[in-house]
């Protein structure tokens, strides 16, 4: 409840960082509606997915959970790619969390050098990169509706597509259950702390 808590104790900080949170969840989608246009996928242009209309790419359900837990998830990008492009269309999703991250930390740095006057805008949009990492992280998971299932949909074997469907089918609760395994065995904090690593890297590489 870390995020919600941040209300309390800075409220325009939690604005900034849910802002720019949900437009991280368009800027995952532009991403893979990019990719699968330039692939001669129709569909997400056919849909409006190539545009940023909040209303064609953010979930209703998707932003109370991000408002609570600061997790959200957007409406899915159509597209009809099987194969290796298929497969390149869903990572561009986390890869367009990972730049939404870089670009937000940057500028969140940048204004807290400025002084008091820009630091609670510049802690949300830390915050909001923050969570930028943890959506890469989370949607590279091989669980419907992740972007991992996606490429196992797209490259995978028979069986493996199989398994996809019955993850599937157990609905929320098992995605639930799933994502609570892997935080637990501390898949998705090394997945977390890699992508956090890499970033500093590219700060480090640019003297930030």
């Not at 919600?4 to 960082?17: I, K, M, N, R, T």
């Not at 990008?77 to 999703?93: D, E, I, N, S, Y």
């Not at 805008?121 to 998971?141: D, R």
């Not at 898949?187 to 480090?204: D, M, Q, T, V, Y």
Request: glycine share 12%.
């Amino acid at each position: 409840m870390f995020f919600f808590e941040l209300l309390g104790s800075d409220p325009l900080a939690y604005l900034v960082a849910f802002a720019a949170a949900a437009f991280g969840l368009v800027v995952h989608n532009l991403f893979q509606a990019y990719l699968a246009d330039r692939y001669k996928d129709g569909d997400p242009r056919r849909y409006g997915f190539l545009t940023v209309e909040p209303r064609v790419h953010l979930d209703g359900l998707g932003l109370i959970f991000l408002a609570l837990i600061g997790f959200g998830f957007p409406r899915p990008v159509p597209w009809r790619l099987f194969g290796p492009k298929g497969a390149q269309t869903a990572l561009m999703g986390p890869l367009g969390f990972f730049v939404a991250a870089f670009f937000y930390i940057l500028f969140g740095r940048l204004l807290d050098s400025l002084g008091p006057a820009t630091s609670s805008i510049a802690q949300g949009l830390q915050v909001a990169g923050s969570l930028m990492i943890s959506h890469a992280a989370v949607f590279l998971f091989p669980v419907p509706p992740l972007d991992g299932a996606r490429v196992v949909y797209a490259v995978g074997s028979p069986e493996a597509r199989r398994f996809m469907d019955q993850l599937q089918s157990y609905g929320f609760v098992g995605f639930f259950l799933i994502f609570l395994v892997l935080n637990l065995s501390g898949i998705l904090p090394a997945i977390r702390a890699g992508l956090s690593g890499l970033l500093n890297s590219l700060f480090g590489a640019i003297g930030l």
